[in-house]
């Protein structure tokens, strides 16, 4: 559908029939929904690949489910995911195509951008990293002193950073454990501090991951590891070859670093920075992991991004998430989204769907440019759940906002765990299943006072229940079960940009952060004559408070 001549979302028929049948839903109650309909905890399932999905418990009927659909029908969400799957240029803002699922098609796939195919390019990429992995894998990549390398430090920021480092906790148990990987992002001094203080530079590599090689973080980051390890090693430049691979779409900025652009893995523009783990921004993780099982995890990425492309609406998995989060949002004024994981090895899992789902679709103009007059892209957040439990849960259960949330738990450990371990999975996942049946269900004041709990505790430890969660099952967190997770998640967000008719692969807002923190620095340092004059009376104060306590 042409985004110009679009009819404002909110005032479509759809959107109208929507908000009618919300207004007559009134305030559905999940315990009715089950009793009315006893076969809802099957019927409200999906299956994908490995993964089992359950919407039962959520506030739908089959009718609001027909109209979400037809919602998504009118907002011409196939048509733009057939556009992006066919390499145009969707990302209107950037003038640039969108093909994340390129990077994870077979060899023979034939994917055109601006008539050419980018599948042989993906794949030689791909072949580069697998030959420079299994060489630091094997020991053979030596250091500059002929030391073989252990120890792999990746320096990037955003997509440059969230996507491997999530990626290597989730995937540890895969990993070499004789390598050390560490990821620095922050352009405090003290990540890249903590990072290298215990390494031994002669078997430490630096992977320089940024897609633009401009990233002020990541490159002032990189020019102090190169310091750290020439002056450690007492070398001089021709050290940096043999400790330093970059990971970019922007030779020219590489090799200006003083990066060989031999040892650089090249990306291309239509790979969006959060969207990117699964190109050469992932090479610590197949150094850690090896070529054959990030060729796992492709192949998960890819089974889904099969599935989004060809299953039917009924049955289509990223589509059902993507409309279940616009029926919160914009019928039930739902303002976040907790992502839940019942897995160690999902600790950076959230964090890496913050910057997917929030920098995506956290915009307020559409198409066009002009302003938006319905929510667009909720908070997201969330902690594995077990610890969450015991620390915001409170607010989710008995508090007054209504948080949509997602539980993802597995049937078995990945691997065998130490001894005695094994048996604390089923105690992990009684959790996991206890959750979500009591934020369905709750407990209501009869059943309290039937424990006989005195009077005036009742309403304390009645628990309203009605808050709705998706559960994902799957067997285990595999490369392959991790790829199909994001790539669930990479679709459901883009699903909602469309029906929001918004710019899912621009990231402007970012920019102003960034032009005025180099405005400020020198006010802060003193160099270069700079105008504090120039702030607002607030900033100007907090300058000239931290100069005084800095004694400049
Ligand atoms: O924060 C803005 C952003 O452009 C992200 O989209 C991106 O992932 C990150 O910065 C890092 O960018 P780069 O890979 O170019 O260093």
Redesign the pocket.
């Known amino acids: 559908m042409n985004a110009a001549s679009r009819t404002k979302l909110n005032q479509t028929p759809e959107w109208t029939a929507l908000a009618k049948h919300r207004e007559e839903l009134g305030a559905p109650q999940l315990r009715e929904l089950f009793a009315r309909q006893p076969e809802r905890g099957t019927a409200y399932t999906l299956r994908v690949g490995d993964l089992h999905l359950d919407y039962s418990k959520h506030l739908v009927t089959d009718e609001t489910l027909r109209l979400l659909r037809e919602l998504a029908a009118a907002t011409g969400v196939a048509e733009l995911r057939d556009a992006m799957f066919r390499g145009e240029k969707i990302n209107t803002t950037e003038d640039r195509a969108v093909l994340h699922t390129a990077l994870r098609a077979p060899r023979d796939a034939v994917i055109e951008v601006d008539g050419e195919n980018v599948v042989p390019a993906v794949h030689a990429v791909l072949d580069k990293m697998a030959g420079f992995a299994e060489k630091v894998r094997s020991g053979q990549w030596t250091g500059h002193t002929g030391k073989p390398v252990k120890n792999i430090v990746n320096i990037?920021?955003?997509?440059?950073?969230?996507g491997p480092a999530m990626a290597y906790e989730v995937l540890r148990s895969f990993t070499d454990r004789d390598l050390t990987l560490r990821f620095v992002s922050n352009v405090d001094g003290a990540d890249l501090h903590e990072a290298v203080r215990d390494l031994d530079p002669a078997e430490t590599l630096f992977v320089i991951?940024?897609?633009?090689?401009?990233?002020i973080?990541?490159i002032t980051n990189a020019t102090s590891a190169r310091d750290w390890l020439l002056t450690e090693l007492k070398a001089g430049q021709d050290a940096v070859a043999k400790h330093f691979v970059a990971l970019?779409t922007n030779a020219e900025k590489v090799e200006e670093f003083g990066i060989d652009t031999a040892n650089m893995f090249e990306f291309w523009d239509w790979v969006?920075?959060?969207y990117?783990y699964d190109s050469a921004?992932g090479l610590s993780l197949m150094v850690a992991i090896g070529p054959d099982r990030f060729r796992e995890m492709l192949d998960g990425f890819h089974l889904v991004d099969e599935h989004f492309r060809t299953a039917p609406a009924e049955e289509n998995a990223p589509l059902l998430l993507g409309l279940l989060g616009v029926w919160y949002g914009n019928f039930f004024d739902a303002q976040s989204h907790a992502v839940l994981p019942y897995s160690h090895y999902l600790s950076k899992f959230t964090a890496y769907l913050q910057?997917l789902d929030m920098?995506s679709n956290g915009k307020s103009v559409d198409r066009e440019g002009d302003r938006v007059d319905w929510q667009t892209g909720p908070v997201v957040w969330g902690t594995p759940g077990t610890n969450g439990q015991h620390a915001y849960y409170q607010l989710i259960h008995q508090g007054t906002k209504l948080v949509p949330a997602d539980f993802i738990g597995f049937a078995a450990p990945v691997h065998d765990l130490l001894p005695g371990l094994i048996a604390q999975h089923d105690l992990l996942m009684a959790n996991f299943f206890a959750q979500t049946q009591a934020l369905a269900f709750g407990k209501t004041p009869e059943e309290v006072r039937a424990e006989g709990v005195p009077e005036e505790l009742v309403p304390h430890k009645t628990f309203r229940g009605n808050h709705p969660t998706t559960t994902i099952l799957a067997d285990k967190l595999t490369p392959s079960v991790l790829g199909q997770l994001i790539a669930l998640y990479e679709h459901k967000v883009f699903v909602q940009g469309a029906i929001w008719n918004i710019d899912s692969f621009d990231?402007w807002g970012?920019e102003l952060g960034k032009v005025l923190a180099k405005k400020i620095e020198p006010l802060l340092t003193g160099d270069g004559g700079a105008d504090a004059g120039q702030l607002d009376s607030s900033t100007a104060a907090l300058v000239d408070a931290y100069r005084t306590l800095r004694g400049r």
């Open positions: 990037g920021i955003g997509g440059s950073d969230l991951a940024s897609k633009t090689f401009t990233t973080e990541t970019s969006g920075g959060r990117s921004i910057q920098e990231q970012v």
